[in-house]
Antibody, heavy 120, light 112 residues
Framework: EVQLVQSGAEVKKPGESLKISCKGSGYSFTSYWIGWVRQMPGKGLEWMGIIYPGDSDTRYSPSFQGQVTISADKSISTAYLQWSSLKASDTAMYYC?????????????WGQGTLVTVSS | QSALTQPRSVSGSPGQSVTISCTGTSSDVGGYNYVSWYQQHPGKAPKLMIYDVSKRPSGVPDRFSGSKSGNTASLTISGLQAEDEADYYCCSYAGSYTPHVVFGGGTKLTVL
């Protein structure tokens, strides 16, 4: 069974750094793209970017390029979403997602979400 | 790439049918048969309900159906049930340049 398990909720102050994680299991982690989706409070879903853990090929939405860093450690089947300097506007729920295969463009697999709260 | 356009809210009584529209452009919805729909209950992760415009994953009731005409996709829920009350998001592939995927703004379905 494919599972994506994310790290727990975080409360941070503006300017702090943060790295949240998404651990994949039940499949070959290096063979499938992992993506990240943001959901700000009371708002819709936004596609942030994806990474292919096999070779760390990473693609970002222009809206998020330079704002976050997506990475992966294939030795522990874990993808990451990282901020170097958080802003209050980064407060949101973040989901990791996976497509069933590389040529498909839908997401049957979602992590449970990681709530990030940035407040002074 | 702008978000796809969905109505903010729709409503229907139990047993009725409702349709949620999702309007994009020829660069996303109209250009590919890769529209998907997600149901999200409060405090839960989204759940895939329809993929590739009209296909249903295993376990999704056949009351849920999808279609597309031009740049507009639609999700129809027939025989409304109380548990269908949720937010619904459409999603479309948007080409080989990022963002590869765009979502709609979401529609709140209220079962009266």
């Amino acid at each position: 069974e494919v599972q994506l398990v994310q790290s727990g909720a975080e409360v941070k102050k503006p300017g702090e750094s943060l790295k949240i994680s998404c651990k994949g299991s039940g499949y070959s982690f290096t063979s499938y793209w992992i993506g990240w989706v943001r959901q700000m409070p009371g708002k819709g879903l936004e596609w942030m970017g994806i990474i292919y853990p096999g070779d760390s090929d990473t693609r970002y939405s222009p809206s998020f390029q330079g704002q976050v860093t997506i990475s992966a450690d294939k030795s522990i089947s874990t993808a990451y979403l990282q901020w170097s300097s958080l802003k209050a506007s980064d407060t949101a729920m973040y989901y990791c997602v996976r497509r069933p295969y590389s040529s498909s463009w839908y997401y049957p697999y979602w992590g449970q979400g990681t709530l990030v709260t940035v407040s002074s | 790439q702008s978000a796809l356009t969905q109505p903010r809210s729709v409503s229907g009584s139990p047993g009725q049918s409702v349709t949620i529209s999702c309007t994009g452009t020829s660069s996303d919805v109209g250009g590919y048969n890769y529209v998907s729909w997600y149901q999200q209950h409060p405090g839960k992760a989204p759940k895939l309900m329809i993929y590739d415009v009209s296909k249903r994953p295993s376990g999704v009731p056949d009351r849920f159906s999808g279609s597309k005409s031009g740049n507009t996709a639609s999700l129809t829920i027939s025989g409304l049930q109380a548990e269908d009350e949720a937010d619904y998001y459409c999603c479309s592939y948007a080409g080989s340049y990022t963002p590869h995927v765009v979502f709609g703004g979401g529609t709140k379905l209220t079962v009266l």
